[in-house]
């Protein structure tokens, strides 16, 4: 592999702004998109992680592809759906945004937690970035199968030799969290800024 399984995000990272400092859709997802991959590397402990990133990845690519000059910046989705009254429907764009900022959200402190804690396993540092992130949001049934799942997470050592490719796997991992965090901080603010970030799973 040449680079590491960070290199395709890390390259989206340069794109994902238009000139006027607005998010774009395209850019965004497929920053995403790259990261499912490293999900992979985990295994079955976080299949639910991939289904769901996949699923709403799905559902915001098929309505940027409806029609990609309208919706070619990220939050012009929610906008449309905001107006049309139907943002809160769990089938909605905006759900969709927001779980997958939550899932990018428990991924950026989990691989923080890996570079700041040498001396943490892989499952401590996968529940405190799950306590961290996503647990406020989901429900006990949700959440007791995460705590199960977090218990088959591969062996830390391992799993860095699996991701690390022929590249820096240690700097572009601090490169991976110090541009990501933003981005999704910068989702949350909008999606507070009309209502919507509290949403919690049905």
């Not at 499912?36 to 559902?59: E, H, I, Q, W």
């Not at 396993?121 to 799950?130: L, R």
């Amino acid at each position: 592999m040449e680079g590491t399984v960070f290199t395709g995000s890390l390259e989206q990272m340069k794109h994902v702004k238009s000139e006027g400092g607005a998010m774009l859709t395209k850019p965004f997802l497929d920053i995403c998109k790259h990261i499912l991959p490293v999900v992979d590397k985990f295994g079955a402990s976080m299949a639910l992680v991939k289904s769901d990133v996949g699923g709403n990845l799905l559902r915001l690519e098929s309505k940027y592809l409806s029609n990609p000059s309208e919706y070619s910046l990220l939050y012009s989705m929610v906008r449309a759906e905001v107006e049309a009254k139907n943002a809160k429907s769990s089938s909605s764009c905006t759900n969709a945004l927001l779980w997958l900022t939550r899932a990018m959200d428990f991924l950026v402190v989990l691989f923080s937690n890996l570079m700041e804690h040498a001396d943490w396993t892989m499952s401590q540092a996968c529940v405190h970035s799950y306590n961290k992130t996503l647990k406020n949001w989901h429900g006990w049934l949700t959440s007791s199968s995460f705590t199960v799942a977090m218990k088959l997470v591969p062996d830390r050592k391992k799993f860095m030799d699996v991701i690390g490719g022929t590249g820096d796997i240690n700097s572009d991992i601090k490169e991976f969290c110090r541009n990501f965090a933003p981005l999704l901080e910068e989702n949350h603010k909008f999606l507070a800024s009309v209502g919507l970030d509290n949403l919690k799973a049905s």
